[in-house]
């Protein structure tokens, strides 16, 4: 599962470790769901770790399919947002994180399965 956090016009992304398959590519953040992990819990303990951040779960915002070369990708992408006023993401277990204005999510070196939905954001009307 996966994170859409907003804040004004821009969406916080994170860029993968070198030392990580597809390595340095930019992506929505999340993670993986732990065996028995409900996926929104499994979604705000990827964030904590990874960005070192609280956030608050929301709605369903998207469903991805995507078929990468060795497995089936099926991702749930939630509406996220940082959990206080003064919550800031850091690059704790990824390489960067950066709030990138929505209108250039599609210029990133994204993972392949990233790319329709940030497509669709930079096409939302403002």
């Keep these: 599962m996966a994170a859409l956090i907003r804040r004004g016009g821009a969406v916080l992304m ?10 340095l590519l930019w992506e929505f953040p999340g993670g993986k769901v732990e065996a028995g992990e409900d996926p929104v819990h499994a ?17 369903i915002e998207e469903v991805v399919f995507h078929p990468y ?3 089936d990708l099926v991702m749930l992408v ?16 990824v390489e960067r994180v950066v709030w990138i204005p929505r209108t250039e999510l599609p210029t ?6 990233d ?8 096409a939302e009307p403002e």
Excluded: K, N
């Design 14 to 23: 994170s860029q993968r470790r070198a030392d990580q398959p597809m390595p």
């Design 43 to 59: 979604l705000a303990r990827e964030i904590r770790e990874e960005l070192g951040c609280a956030i608050r779960v929301g709605r």
């Design 69 to 71: 070369p060795t497995f």
């Design 78 to 93: 939630y509406e996220c947002t940082l959990a206080g006023e003064h919550e800031e993401a850091r690059a704790i277990a």
């Design 108 to 113: 990133l070196e994204l993972l392949p399965a």
């Design 115 to 122: 790319y329709p939905l940030a497509r669709r954001l930079a």
